[in-house]
DNA sequence: AACCAGGCTGCTA
DNA sequence: TAGCAGCATGGT
């Protein structure tokens, strides 16, 4: 492989070139991947994002950098990519920064909204930055139900640093998450030692009990008709209600309609720019919703956003 | 030190 | 079907 086997793809075997849309920031995607120290699952340096990634059937480092408006792929210790796993680290980043999605209409439509319009010249070129790995998505979404941020965080770097795997390179150890085969093996007290409540780990333990069988997968609910049903089916599973439903449809789905109205940071932001005394009532949120329709997820984003 | 946190379940009426 | 208490534990 020398040259341009797939449209947008330019490499030269060792890294490979990704001209980004317009609009696009990757600092502003630098900005939300910053947003915790306690993440590990990258590590942001230098104006790069460096993880492990699933390529091909492999496990990759994969760096992530960008230049005049395209974005350079490469693995660090790796000299050479294969023509696989260069398509697999492309197709991961475009997933991941939701590199397809044109998003002028999503500004124009929101143009004329007091909360969310402003923010679109903020945060100009910020997309909804995604978890490709379902049960990443669904394991986090669980693990922060109700608890704050911060503390979701020292959970989570708990949880992958006991039972993801690990490589070390150039003096730094880089995570991937574990794997639902890994985690279906585990007993509750497992997970409650590293303080979960016995409700998430065994809903997690469950979870990882479904993908692993097979009985729960991302290609099956892309497959549904619309998200709609793809989020009723989500929900049979225990500790699965509308918010995480929508969030893991946002996230990891891409559904640019999913709506986690229930979320207390959406309330907060409301109330931030709004100025109010008090967080937004169900009808007062759908008010401003109205004009959002479609973009939910972004608009939820953005606002996520403005917290920081 | 009370109140809050990127909710969900299951019991009541 | 709708409303709400209880959960479970760290942060601020």
């Keep these: 492989m020398s ?5 947008g793809l330019i490499t030269d075997d060792d890294f490979i070139l990704l001209p ?21 699952l990258y590590r942001i340096a230098d ?46 980043v475009q997933d991941w920064f ?15 909204c ?17 978890s490709p790995d379902l049960f990443e998505a669904l394991c986090w979404a669980i693990i922060g139900q109700q608890i704050n941020l911060s503390f979701a965080y020292t959970l989570k770097e708990r949880f992958v640093e006991a039972f993801g795997s690990s490589r070390t390179w150039e003096n730094r150890t880089y995570w991937s998450f574990p794997t639902p085969a890994a985690v279906a093996r585990l007993s509750p007290d497992m997970l409650t ?16 009990d479904r993908m692993a069988t097979g009985s729960l997968s991302k290609t099956a609910l892309l497959a549904y008709v619309s998200h709609e049903e793809a989020r009723r089916d989500m929900m049979k ?43 937004p009532t169900p009808a007062e949120l759908q ?3 109205t004009r959002w329709q479609g973009w939910e997820a972004y608009a939820t984003f953005y606002l996520w956003r403005s917290l920081t």
């Design 114 to 130: 007091p909360l969310v319009g402003p923010l679109t010249a903020r945060y100009h070129g910020l997309r909804v930055i995604g």
């Design 237 to 279: 599973i225990p500790g699965v209600g509308p918010w995480t439903a929508h969030y893991v449809s946002m996230r990891c789905l891409r559904d640019p309609a999913a709506f986690p109205s229930a979320d207390v940071g959406l309330h907060n932001a409301v109330k931030a720019l709004t100025g109010s005394e008090r967080k």
């Design 47 to 92: 104006g790069r994002v460096t993880r492990l990634v699933v390529a091909a059937g492999e496990s990759v480092l994969m760096e992530v950098g960008e230049q005049d408006g395209t974005l350079c792929i490469r693995s660090p210790d790796k000299v050479k990519l294969s023509a696989p796993i260069a398509t697999a680290l492309m197709d991961y």
């Design 287 to 289: 008010m401003h919703a």
């Design 3 to 7: 040259t341009q086997d797939t449209p």
């Design 20 to 40: 980004a849309p317009d609009p696009f920031s990757f600092a502003e995607t630098l900005t939300y991947l910053s947003r915790s120290e306690k993440e590990n």
């Design 193 to 208: 030692r590293l303080q979960f409540s016995r409700k998430k780990a065994e809903y997690i333990i469950d979870v990882a």
């Design 98 to 112: 939701d590199l397809n999605r044109p998003l002028t209409p999503f500004y124009t439509q929101v143009a004329t």
